[in-house]
């Protein structure tokens, strides 16, 4: 929720439903700040998604040909 945009009602309707107008309305709206935050400083945005791919096929059952796919993310 925004002090510009319509609240949302329990996360699922209203609110910013007009993305593009909401997105340029974010940027024009960033502030410049000294600070950076980053979880995984020394991570790229490449390894926290594969990282990601990983820990979702953990949770799965495979067959042969998935399991060697998987393993090559490793």
Do not use: C, M
């Not at 009602?9 to 910013?16: C, K, P, Q």
């Amino acid at each position: 929720n925004t002090k510009v945009f319509p609240k949302t009602n329990f996360l699922i309707t209203g609110g910013a439903y007009l993305e593009e107008y909401f997105l340029a309305w974010s940027r024009n709206s960033e502030l410049v700040t000294n600070y950076w935050y980053s979880a995984y400083p020394d991570l790229s945005i490449k390894n926290v998604n594969n990282n990601t791919r990983i820990r979702v096929q953990l949770s799965k059952t495979h067959t042969e040909r998935q399991a060697a796919n998987f393993l090559k993310l490793i």
